[in-house]
């Protein structure tokens, strides 16, 4: 055993910017993909000491136990306004929301979409699952057409319930933003550049370059009914097509920057 | 400093600017929309922070960020606002955050008007948000006394960790008196062992509204609940209006309690033994004060602008023991000096019989009197 935990051969390890604290997290949800990746970037960045992130309601409203840094927790939706209180008072934290659908493109809308436009130096972490995990698998704006969950038994009827919100997109279109992007968790390689976008993200809060959001496609295994691995290939071929992947918003001065 | 010509809105504005106010985040609505504009210009000049919300809804929520911070921080709105904000109240109330809220009251319920009014008394000192939570309210009558009450608002909160609401109506906000202004204070950003500001070292912190163990969420009410007996126990404030050899007192808060004072000085030169007593803090209200007045007195009358709410309060503390009489102009009416001379008239000469239902006797009184009271 002694030779396992030698330094010459630990390959992987939890990173600095996690808390030993067991996340409460489905087996097979991407949920915690995404905080491994924030924490890695927020140490690589060396800003776990000035980081505060906001929590907010859904599956993440525990996120505060998980990440290694000073957090508040947010009243549903709202968490992009406290973030903002926050920065505008402290700005040279680095201030992050970490919110879900339901929570950011629902009861949230007009606070993420006046953060953006104001661009506030903040970054946003979105997490869509296309439904509402917490309270047990309701339709949220990013249900896909037909999609089923707990209050859209038989499908999900545009004709009744409208249509899913492409988020990323509708952010893009202000000028406050400089950095809106879509990745998506469903295999190694899109998680890579999941990772290189939350870089890019906190670049661009740290440089003052306005409003940043990475929006992450992720899996719902329990509540889509689906298993891990089914789950993942249900973001590729069924929520990829509807949620394209790409860039949607660089401005010239994040362009510049290297990571 | 000098006494000067102050508007009601722009004096609250520019007492919690020299308080040492750090941001200021609102959004318009009449009639308090001066202090937002006053803020708007003031807090950017002295590098300061302004940000215009989109809703109250925001606009409470930036506040209770900042107030995380261990800021000092407020923001200001007229009753249909304060309505929205009330969610973020009760998150701020559960996280034990220092805020101070301002209401320029308005006509209501709904979109009402934007006439002077006392409508939300009950939504300020019993209830808004959801939860078991006390909360400091405090309730100006003239524009001296409403920058005082923002000065004290401030140390009150972040003694207490609680929120201090001053509920000031339309005609307070409007109004201009000459008043005299504190000098500013020096601006800092306070250290608190419980603020969130990045870890720096220590060891981290978090701020939350969430006890998802009932125990620890009932320990929780319990802290607040203890915290208030201290609140209860230091924070009373009332000012009496010739009690010493008082047979009838008029009760009441704010420019209600401002008007009847008028009708009270008119009553004295009539020789008849009328006081006021104006409770300033409504939560705490001075239960004790009213409890020791019913000891002595004849008759209570309570004057408010609206339908009897802090009535209940006096109700509680008199227990019955002396006549009460009730007289109201809801709606974002205001009464005129002879209106409660009037009244103080009626108390003398025919005090209610005690247990009488003091808001149900004016509402018939009211009625007869042409169906929309006996003044437009």
Not at chain 1, 204 to 216: A, D, I, K, P, Y
Not at chain 2, 127 to 151: C, F, K, M
Not at chain 2, 366 to 371: E, Q
């Amino acid at each position: 055993m002694a030779t396992l935990t030698a330094p010459a051969n630990i390959v992987f390890t939890r990173p600095e910017g996690l808390t030993e604290f067991p996340t409460h997290y489905c087996p097979g949800c991407t949920h915690g993909i995404a905080h491994r990746l924030i924490a890695e970037v927020l140490e690589e960045m060396n800003v776990l000491d000035r980081a505060i992130g906001v929590a907010p309601v859904g599956c993440a409203v525990f996120a505060y136990n998980y990440f290694d840094c000073d957090f508040v927790e947010a009243a549903h939706g709202r968490a992009p306004a406290m973030a903002t209180g926050i920065k505008r008072v402290l700005p040279d934290r680095v201030v992050f929301t970490y919110q879900g659908d339901g929570d950011l493109a629902s009861i949230g809308m007009a606070e993420i979409v006046h953060a953006a436009a104001r661009g506030e130096n903040i970054t946003v972490i979105f997490i869509n699952n296309a439904n509402y995990g917490m309270t047990g698998g309701q339709m949220a704006p990013t249900t896909l057409p037909g999609m089923k969950t707990t209050s859209s038994p038989s499908g999900r009827d545009v004709e009744t319930q409208g249509y899913p919100i492409r988020m990323a997109e509708m952010l893009a279109t202000l000028e406050g933003a400089g950095y809106v992007v879509r990745r998506s968790l469903h295999d190694p390689k899109n998680i890579r550049l999941a990772r290189k976008a939350i870089r890019l993200a906190f670049e661009t809060q740290v440089r003052g370059l306005g409003f940043s959001m990475v929006e992450l496609l992720s899996t719902c295994p329990t509540n889509w009914g689906l298993s891990p691995v089914e789950a993942l290939r249900f973001v590729e071929e069924r929520m990829v097509p509807y949620f394209p992947l790409g860039d949607y918003r660089v401005s010239p001065a994040v362009a510049q920057i290297r990571v | 400093m000098a006494r000067e010509l102050w508007k009601g809105n722009e004096a609250i504005a520019e007492a919690a600017i020299r308080a040492g106010l750090q941001a200021y985040f609102g959004y318009p609505i009449t009639p308090q929309t001066e202090v937002l504009e006053w803020m708007a210009r003031r807090m950017p000049e002295l590098g300061r922070v302004f940000v215009q919300a989109e809703s109250e809804v925001a606009a409470i929520n930036m506040v209770y960020g900042a107030a995380c911070t261990g800021a000092r921080v407020m923001t200001t709105s007229s009753s249909p606002g304060i309505s929205l904000m009330m969610e973020g109240l009760s998150y701020i109330a559960g996280t034990e955050v220092p805020v101070v809220l301002v209401n320029v009251m308005r006509g209501g319920p709904g979109l009402g008007n934007i006439a002077p009014s006392q409508g939300d008394y009950q939504q300020a000192v019993r209830g808004g948000g959801h939860g078991d939570y006390p909360r400091i309210v405090l309730a100006p009558s003239s524009v001296q006394e409403a920058i005082d009450l923002v000065t004290l608002s401030f140390d009150l909160a972040e003694k207490y960790r609680t929120i201090v609401m001053i509920i000031a109506d339309g005609s307070i906000g409007q109004m201009m008196e000459p008043a005299e202004m504190p000098p500013m204070q020096p601006l800092y950003h306070r250290q608190w062992d419980w603020a969130v500001t990045g870890k720096m070292g220590r060891e981290r912190r978090v701020l939350s509204s969430i006890y998802l163990d009932p125990y620890q969420e009932e320990q929780t009410n319990l802290r607040l609940f203890r915290r208030w007996q201290e609140i209860q126990a230091n924070e009373v404030r009332s000012r009496a209006y010739y009690l010493e050899d008082a047979e009838f007192v008029v009760i009441g808060f704010g420019t209600a309690g401002r008007v009847a004072l008028s009708a009270v000085r008119a009553a004295r030169q009539e020789g008849l033994k009328v006081g006021l007593l104006r409770p300033i803090s409504l939560s705490p209200f001075p239960h004790q004060v009213v409890a020791e007045l019913a000891q002595r007195v004849s008759g209570f009358l309570v004057v408010e602008m609206n339908t009897g709410q802090m009535l209940e309060d006096v109700e509680l503390a008199n227990a019955g023991r002396v006549p009460l009489r009730f007289y109201g102009r809801p709606g974002g009416v205001v009464p005129f000096p002879d209106e409660i001379l009037h009244e103080i008239h009626a108390l003398v000469e025919a005090p209610p019989t005690p247990g009488e239902d003091a808001r149900l006797a004016w509402l018939e009184r009211m009625t007869r009197l042409g169906g929309d009271g006996w003044q437009r």
